[in-house]
């Protein structure tokens, strides 16, 4: 007679950064940042949904923005994805503390939702040396229209039809104020 030992393994692990810093507020063409994130981690979810031998995988959700947190499911196991946090988005620190927090022989991969808009640190010779990948879903436009504030418009409050009005308006250019006035 021969006996079989079974060996307990853990599931790989594959956290999924999503960000949630300020950034993501930004609309373009007609929709925020948030709004696309959302929709890509529907997708996100649903494919981690379809994924084979589901006992060998496990899906980690993960928010990141200044610090990161884990992101609460529903009864299907979606994401529910938490509030914009305001501060810097820190994209290295992030990828580290998830690194750090889960164990590292796991993890099979990382997946990264962001705008890109955030520091990258060290984290680049941390992830060669681990072996760790990451793959990235950038949202957002490479080239974003710029964001434009009226900040201030200084006009007569009476004018007649055929009179040069004079108009003075002060703008801000993606948070730095031009102080020049149009």
């Given at each position: 007679?021969?006996?079989?030992?079974?060996?307990?393994?853990?599931?790989?692990?594959?956290?999924?950064l999503v960000d949630v810093s300020a950034s993501m507020n930004r609309i373009e063409r007609d929709q925020s940042r948030f709004k696309a994130m959302s929709d890509t981690t529907?997708?996100?979810?649903?494919?981690?949904?379809?994924?084979?031998?589901?006992?060998?995988?496990?899906?980690?959700?993960?928010?990141?923005?200044?610090?990161?947190?884990?992101?609460?499911?529903?009864?299907?196991?979606?994401?529910?994805?938490?509030?914009?946090?305001?501060?810097?988005?820190?994209?290295?620190?992030?990828?580290?503390?998830?690194?750090?927090?889960?164990?590292?022989?796991?993890?099979?991969?990382?997946?990264?939702?962001?705008?890109g808009r955030g520091d990258i640190g060290m984290i680049e010779s941390t992830l060669r040396t681990s072996g760790i990948g990451v793959w990235v879903i950038p949202i957002g436009?490479?080239?974003?229209?710029?964001?434009?504030?009226?900040?201030?418009?200084?006009?007569?409050?009476?004018?007649?039809?055929?009179?040069?009005?004079?108009?003075?308006?002060?703008?801000?250019?993606?948070?730095?104020?031009?102080?020049?006035?149009?």
């Amino acid at each position: 007679s021969w006996t079989r030992t079974l060996i307990e393994t853990k599931p790989d692990i594959v956290p999924i950064l999503v960000d949630v810093s300020a950034s993501m507020n930004r609309i373009e063409r007609d929709q925020s940042r948030f709004k696309a994130m959302s929709d890509t981690t529907e997708v996100l979810h649903n494919a981690s949904t379809n994924v084979n031998n589901q006992h060998d995988r496990q899906f980690e959700w993960i928010a990141f923005a200044d610090t990161t947190h884990p992101i609460e499911q529903d009864t299907t196991g979606a994401p529910i994805l938490p509030s914009i946090q305001e501060g810097p988005t820190r994209i290295g620190a992030s990828i580290q503390s998830t690194i750090e927090r889960l164990d590292r022989d796991h993890v099979a991969g990382i997946v990264l939702v962001t705008d890109g808009r955030g520091d990258i640190g060290m984290i680049e010779s941390t992830l060669r040396t681990s072996g760790i990948g990451v793959w990235v879903i950038p949202i957002g436009d490479k080239n974003p229209p710029p964001a434009i504030t009226i900040k201030q418009l200084i006009a007569p409050k009476t004018a007649f039809s055929e009179d040069r009005i004079p108009i003075q308006v002060d703008l801000e250019l993606d948070g730095a104020n031009t102080n020049t006035s149009i």
